[in-house]
């Protein structure tokens, strides 16, 4: 099945600095990767996705990139705000689509 | 549209006891998943169920279960709980099959196990 590992697993950032975490996956088939931001005792929201016909895609201040011969994909959040503070998951589909996996998450702490 | 919901939002049991838990999807959306939530574990996949049918399987024992509804509303069942099965539980919903199309995830139920 599918693997995704993620990194870090916490990263602390100063206000206006950028994040990057990083995704790995093992089903060269996969094709979708969305990525879910949680704030403390809420449930996880979609940020942003790509599919595998394109190589990034930006909205705002939020980005990802994807590299399908590495198998790899990256988010990117520039001048990071102390709202950004949350666990981000990164996934991928698997099985011809029919499944999700999720990474294990990275906790992120924009400092003030 | 209204989001995706579950009942109920918190939960005490004790060892040994069965639990059952509740997801309405959005309105119109077919595939119902289920992940178990626990501080260091991430998201760990239960189950998915699309147009009533499970389609996959996390590697779960097999005292979770679950089911999904002609109306797309799905059930969880845990039965004879363990400690360890304290956690959030999250459901989410799709229009189509997992994996396709955007997951919109519920508030989650927390479930204390004593």
């Known amino acids: 099945g599918e693997n995704v590992e993620q990194h870090p697993s916490t990263l602390s950032v100063q206000e206006g600095d950028s994040a990057v975490i990083k995704c790995t996956y093992s089903d060269s088939a996969s094709n979708y990767f969305p990525w879910y931001k949680q704030e403390l005792g809420k449930r996880p929201q979609l940020i942003i996705d790509i599919r595998s016909n394109v190589g990034e895609k930006k909205d705002q201040r939020i980005a990802v990139t994807l590299n399908k011969t590495a198998k790899h994909f990256s988010l990117h959040i520039t001048e990071t705000q102390p709202e950004d503070s949350a666990v981000y998951f990164c996934?991928?589909?698997?099985?011809?689509?029919?499944?999700?996996?999720f990474g294990g998450g990275t906790r992120l702490m924009v400092k003030p | 549209k209204a989001g995706v919901t579950q009942t109920p939002r918190y939960l005490i049991k004790t060892r040994g006891q069965q639990v059952t838990l509740s997801c309405s999807p959005i309105s119109g959306h077919r595939s119902v998943s289920w992940y178990q939530q626990t501080p260091g574990q991430g998201l760990q996949f239960l189950f998915e169920?699309?147009?009533?049918?499970?389609?996959n399987k996390g590697n779960f024992p097999g005292r979770f279960s679950g089911r999904q509804f002609s109306n797309s509303r799905s059930e969880m069942n845990v039965s004879t709980l363990e400690l360890g099965d304290s956690a959030l539980y999250l459901c989410?919903?799709?229009?189509?099959?997992?994996?396709?199309?955007?997951?919109?995830f519920g508030p989650g139920t927390r479930l204390l196990v004593l």
């Open positions: 169920y699309f147009s009533e049918t499970q389609r």
């Open positions: 989410a919903s799709s229009p189509q099959p997992t994996g396709k199309e955007t997951q919109y």
């Open positions: 996934a991928a589909n698997s099985d011809a689509g029919n499944m999700l996996t």
